[in-house]
């Protein structure tokens, strides 16, 4: 971590026993530990759910549980967000932690891919985190706004918070033909900005947040 990066860390609200308990058992037992959202990311996500106030929440990747606690964290009563994990075996990884945390019965979980899962659902979201498979950031985009289907799982007013925007710089860099992930983020930034049916800045949390509402 650099310095700077340090210093965010140590001026941003200090992560909760759980979490940081969760940190440490996802660089344990997980190959790819740099995808959890972490402190910061972490601390953002429960603070933007505390000032939406959103009823419906949707998470696209729920990875090993670390940013559906810290929204869950800013939810008010009666409020649910919905998880979609395709990837089955986390489920023994975040399940234990939902069961254990205070804010853990707000949360709804559903194994599967959220191409097929959301529609499904049949449910309008006030705010949603997409951090599935950057290749599918498009095709979560156009499912979202329901431009296939006709039936869009967003309202006006709705805020999506797309992370993962900027892939470690990736994007302002010479892209190599084979590269699916960089060009499938470059594809989704240029259509979200192109969108007349949106208002969105990308913010540089971590490794990038595009902050998109629907007007
Ligand atoms: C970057 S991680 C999510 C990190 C998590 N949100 C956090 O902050 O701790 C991406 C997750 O998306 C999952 N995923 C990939 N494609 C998916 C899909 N189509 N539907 C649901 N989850 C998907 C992956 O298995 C992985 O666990």
Request: glycine share 6%.
């Amino acid at each position: 971590m650099d310095l700077l990066e340090q210093y965010i860390e140590s001026h941003t609200s200090p992560e909760d026993e759980l979490l940081v308990e969760l940190d440490r058992e996802t660089h344990q037992r997980v190959i790819q530990p740099r995808m959890i959202s972490g402190r910061v990311q972490g601390r953002f996500l429960e603070l933007l759910v505390r000032m939406l106030r959103p009823r419906t929440v949707l998470e696209i990747g729920t990875f090993t549980g670390y940013s559906a606690l810290s929204m869950a964290a800013g939810l008010e009563e009666g409020a649910v967000l919905h998880t979609v994990e395709i990837d089955d075996e986390m489920e023994p990884i975040f399940r234990p932690f939902f069961e254990r945390s205070p804010h853990g019965d707000k949360i709804c979980v559903h194994i599967g891919s959220a191409l097929d899962i959301v529609p499904q659902l049949g449910m309008k979201f006030d705010l949603v985190f997409v951090d599935g498979d950057k290749r599918e950031y498009p095709a979560y985009y156009r499912m979202l706004m329901g431009d296939d289907s006709g039936c869009p799982s967003v309202h006006s007013g709705s805020v999506i918070l797309a992370d993962n925007v900027l892939w470690y710089g990736k994007v302002v860099e010479e892209l190599p033909r084979t590269d699916r992930f960089t060009q499938a983020i470059l594809d989704f930034n240029r259509m979200v900005a192109d969108d007349p049916r949106v208002e969105q800045v990308i913010l540089t949390i971590r490794d990038g947040l595009n902050l998109i509402r629907v007007k």
